[in-house]
């Protein structure tokens, strides 16, 4: 047990509908990371907060992806319009702001979208 | 742009057999390197973090070793167990900065041991 939490672990939806996904970080931890994990590859990252700013989103992060972090703990990402491409696994991570710790990460939200 | 390449792709091995993971990487200016493995349909859990000043890093059975300057890390595994099948991803964070999370992986080295 990481101490990450991601919630659901499963989501099954429909193309064209709105998915909310919920992460809380380890409590000490100010930074959280999100990725996406396809089938075969490694995670590719998408976004990251410090508190409850924003740092960098990836260009992966379309228009139709939006994250949040409003009190600087427990992050959610919302994917809108769903597409089949969208099927992936959502992985949460958290790290302290201290130099080389490590990043540890959630079990992951699997969306299908059908 | 950093890049990280994992040889090789899978390896399947008998119990008992020690083994090697591979890991490359394109920019050689890294501050650490992390090791994880992820069981199928699972998160990411740490074995082991590298500095970039340090050489070896030693967790029971594995030892992860770093070489900066030929952009090289391997993963070894003595006497392997069936239980350490699964897939094991090296990731480094983005050269000059802070954001020590945001992490690039390799695809990952898909390890199956066999009884």
């Known amino acids: 047990d990481t101490g990450v939490s991601q919630d659901p672990r499963h989501k099954i939806t429909k193309r064209g509908q709105n998915v909310t996904f919920r992460c809380d970080p380890i409590s000490e931890h100010n930074r959280l990371y999100w990725y996406r994990q396809t089938l075969g590859q490694g995670p590719e990252f998408l976004t990251y907060f410090q508190n409850e700013a924003q740092l960098e989103k990836s260009r992966l992060l379309s228009d139709r992806f939006s994250a949040e972090r409003p009190k600087g703990s427990f992050s959610t990402l919302e994917i809108q319009r769903t597409e089949q491409g969208d099927s992936a696994m959502y992985l949460c991570a958290s790290s302290t702001v201290q130099a080389n710790t490590e990043a540890f990460f959630g079990q992951g939200t699997r969306l299908t979208v059908v | 742009k950093q890049e990280v390449t994992q040889i090789p792709a899978a390896l399947s091995v008998p119990e008992g057999e020690n083994l090697v993971l591979n890991c490359s990487f394109t920019?050689?200016?890294?501050?650490?390197l992390q090791w994880f493995r992820q069981d199928p349909g699972k998160g990411l859990t740490s074995l082991l973090l590298i500095q970039s000043s340090q050489r070896e890093q030693t967790s029971g059975r594995l030892n992860a070793s770093l070489d900066k300057s030929s952009g090289r890390s391997t993963l070894y595994i003595a006497a392997s167990q069936p239980g350490d099948s699964a897939t094991y991803l090296c990731?480094?964070?983005?050269?000059?900065?802070?954001?020590?999370?945001?992490?690039?992986f390799g695809q990952g080295t898909i390890l199956t041991v066999h009884p």
């Open positions: 990731a480094v964070p983005p050269e000059g900065g802070t954001s020590y999370g945001k992490l690039t």
């Open positions: 920019d050689s200016a890294i501050y650490n």
